[in-house]
């Protein structure tokens, strides 16, 4: 099974940059596409970004134009850079993965197949 551990979470101030990491193992962009969505306890899951090898990249509304997100093939690895961070970012992030099939933006509405542990970003105003 795809085994997915994230990274890089942690406390920043409104306006500051946190870089999320996530290496995946068993894992192959050609089966998969790969992202990011968060969580706060109590709400409902967020799809925050995706890419794949089939449609490129695509973000939600909220962080379009302050993320982005980025491979590297020889690595399994997926990065979340994020800038402008908001208070309303914080949340918990889960790296995940989705068998190919749909664009990035229908892929992202979905249970992912796979997922990590989660990292924590916590912005304070």
């Known amino acids: 099974d795809v085994q997915l551990q994230a990274s890089g979470g942690g406390l920043v101030q409104a306006g500051g940059s946190l870089r999320l990491s996530c290496v995946a193992s068993e894992f192959s962009f050609d089966r998969y596409a790969i992202g990011w969505f968060r969580q706060v306890p109590g709400k409902e899951r967020e799809g925050v970004s995706c890419?794949?090898?089939?449609?490129?990249?695509y973000y939600g509304d909220s962080v379009k134009g302050r993320f982005t997100i980025s491979t590297d093939v020889a690595r399994n690895t997926v990065s979340l850079q994020m800038n402008s961070l908001k208070p309303e970012d914080t949340a918990i992030y889960y790296c995940?993965?989705?068998?190919?099939?749909?664009?990035?933006?229908?892929?992202?509405?979905?249970?992912?197949?796979?997922w990590g542990q989660g990292t924590l970003v916590t912005v304070s105003s």
């Open positions: 890419i794949s090898s089939e449609d490129g990249q």
């Open positions: 995940a993965a989705w068998g190919l099939g749909d664009s990035c933006m229908i892929t992202l509405k979905y249970d992912p197949d796979y």
